[in-house]
């Protein structure tokens, strides 16, 4: 499956950010999906990640209660809600897929990930 993820931007801290990402291909049903980021300097690590059928989501801690996970399997699309914005989160932003093993499979480590977007860069000011 090929990921296209949506335009990042920039956003003051406090605010709220969008991003999309579109999968092409007829099995995106087939994959759990995840987001991950990468700040500069640093490893990427996992965000979000949601099952095939949006019924099993999993956050990283620091973005629980803020960051919210969806999917759109007619649209072939998922898509992370992105509120309360600190300037932490600032980094390039992965959307990836993982062939799905069971109804509830929702990764969170990338190693799980076979299919990776392009990135996409949040930056988020003070």
């Known amino acids: 499956v090929q990921l296209q993820a949506s335009v990042g931007g920039l956003v003051q801290a406090g605010g709220s950010l969008r991003l999309s990402c579109a999968a092409s291909?007829?099995?995106?049903?087939?994959?759990?999906m995840g987001w991950f980021r990468q700040a500069s300097g640093k490893e990427r690590e996992f965000v979000a990640a949601?099952?095939?059928?949006?019924?099993?989501?999993a956050y990283e801690d620091s973005v629980k209660g803020r960051f919210a996970i969806s999917r759109a399997n007619a649209k072939n699309t998922v898509s992370l809600q992105m509120n309360s914005l600190k300037p932490e989160d600032t980094g390039v932003y992965y959307c990836?897929?993982?062939?799905?093993?069971?109804?509830?499979?929702?990764?969170?480590?990338?190693?799980?990930?076979?299919?990776w977007g392009q990135g996409t860069l949040v930056t988020v000011s003070s």
């Open positions: 990836a897929a993982a062939f799905r093993t069971g109804d509830s499979y929702t990764p969170t480590h990338a190693a799980a990930f076979g299919s």
């Open positions: 291909g007829r099995t995106f049903r087939a994959y759990a």
């Open positions: 949601i099952s095939w059928n949006g019924g099993n989501t």
